[in-house]
């Protein structure tokens, strides 16, 4: 099959790439001529582990290819796939469609013989049918079917969940189409992934549903950490209590500072006014997303009472930045709201991450001192924060730690030490729901 794909922004790139390596020929298109042009140089515009050998291998072999020529790449393709970016669209939480109709107009224009559209992207229910009508009115005589084909990829795992998902979804009631899809995707059922057929406006609700129950089910286990704190349970138990269930599985039940990420902040958001509109609101949704906003400063201030509630003047060190590890992406990372409130409070604010530091000067205040180690981070301060659970902070020496640190306290925000060991060296300790 030929495939072209629209954007070459994380879900774009990962996806060419994986089709590639499927044994299809891919174009990856873009209009930012840099971008493309440092793709062909094999220099990533993310950090995504494995990204960079995925793209080299095949391009090796002239399965992928980069290009800011939409119109031959899409000339020659059996499938187009959308996958531009949908941010919130200012003031209203809505997700904004432009990037996607413009990309649909330049398809339809472009195209030749039968071809698929799949919009990849995350966009709300009914957008396919929107697009149909771009198509329609841009290049009426466009042999062209419009398919529904929701990612499930996590950054950071990203290759190996298109390798191996727990499912694929496709949207459509065109029966080539379906033939086409099933076709890109055989490798996988060769695998027994489960690919999941089903009518358009259904698919485009999936990715929005699974995000959001994801979405809840974090917030519940971040409002039981609460809890459990008050009662002096602990929220690890619990979640592992509960999740030994298989009905409620053990996976997300983490508590944390809050969820982040281009995805579940921005997705929660656009259910949320899609539902409003639709005379049938998730009240669960709504409150999730207010209690996870409320969830990322409620940390500033538990970090202060560590510190006997004032942090003016005060040193903080921040380990991880990103909103998760294994990625640079700070959007909607918990740092950055935890550190304006810290800053807001009389906080100076030292900080390390493995991989974020560029982007996160994007994002945070310049006052912050960036350092080139956990142990450079500490030196000096008054506290130690786990904001993210990068591996390379689960094994600290922490015996240099408490000699660097001014003060042996640290909140652990990600749960990645035990309370007892490090009452044992003589810390400070605070956790997320857990007794001391
Ligand atoms: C998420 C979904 O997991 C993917 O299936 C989906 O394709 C993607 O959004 C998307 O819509 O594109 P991602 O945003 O990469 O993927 O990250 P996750 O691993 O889901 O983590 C999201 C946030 O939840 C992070 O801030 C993470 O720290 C937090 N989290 C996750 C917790 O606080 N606790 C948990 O138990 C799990």
């Known amino acids: ?75 020659e393709a059996d499938a187009v796939f959308i996958a531009v970016g949908t941010p919130s669209r200012r003031g209203d939480g809505h997700a904004d469609l432009s990037y996607v109709f413009a990309a649909a107009r330049e398809i339809a224009r472009a195209s030749q013989g039968f071809t698929v559209v799949v919009t990849k992207s995350t966009v709300p229910v009914g957008t396919g049918d929107e697009v149909e009508i771009v198509i329609g009115e841009a290049a009426p005589d466009a042999d062209i079917a419009v398919v529904s084909n929701p990612e499930f990829l996590r950054e950071g795992a990203a290759i190996e969940d298109f390798k191996r998902p727990d499912r694929v979804v496709v949207g459509t009631d065109n029966d080539r189409a379906r033939k086409v899809m099933a076709e890109l995707y055989r490798p996988l059922f060769l695998n027994a992934s489960p690919i999941l057929f089903t009518d358009r406006r259904t698919s485009e609700l999936i990715k929005y549903a699974a995000n959001a129950f994801l979405a809840t089910k974090i917030t519940f286990i971040n409002e039981l950490a609460d809890l459990c704190e008050n009662v002096g349970a602990n929220v690890q138990e619990v979640a592992r209590g509960i999740g030994l269930d298989k009905r409620i599985g053990a996976k997300f039940l983490h508590a944390g500072p809050g969820y982040g990420g281009s995805c579940f902040p ?81 906080a100076r604010i030292r900080a390390y991450d493995p991989e974020g530091m560029e982007e996160a000067k994007k994002y945070l205040p310049d006052s912050i001192v960036y350092t080139g180690s956990p142990y450079e981070c500490a030196e000096g301060a008054d506290a130690l924060v786990i904001v993210t659970e990068w591996e390379a902070f689960r094994a600290l020496d922490l015996v240099r730690i408490k000699e660097l640190l001014n003060k042996p306290v640290i909140v652990d925000l990600r749960n990645i030490y035990r309370p007892a060991e490090m009452a044992t060296l003589g810390f400070s300790y605070e956790s997320v729901g857990r007794p001391l």
């Open 1 to 75: 099959m030929r495939v072209a794909m629209i954007g070459t922004g994380y879900v774009g790139l990962v996806s060419g790439a994986c089709f590639a390596d499927f044994g299809h020929t891919v174009v990856c298109v873009d209009k930012d001529e840099r971008k493309i042009q440092s793709l062909r140089n094999n220099i990533m515009p993310i950090y995504e582990p494995g990204l960079d050998d995925l793209v080299a291998r095949n391009v090796k072999a002239s399965r992928l290819s980069f290009t800011t020529d939409l119109t031959p790449a899409v000339a």
């Open 266 to 346: 921005k997705d929660t958001l656009a259910l949320m006014r899609t539902a409003q509109e639709a005379g049938s609101p998730l009240r669960l949704v709504e409150t999730v997303v207010g209690v996870n906003d409320a969830r990322k400063t409620a940390m500033a201030r538990k970090i202060a009472t560590s510190l006997d509630g004032d942090v003016r003047g005060r040193t903080i060190a921040l380990l991880g930045l990103t909103f998760k590890p294994n990625t640079d992406d700070m959007r909607e990372a918990p740092a950055i709201s935890i550190v304006h409130a810290l800053l807001d409070k009389g």
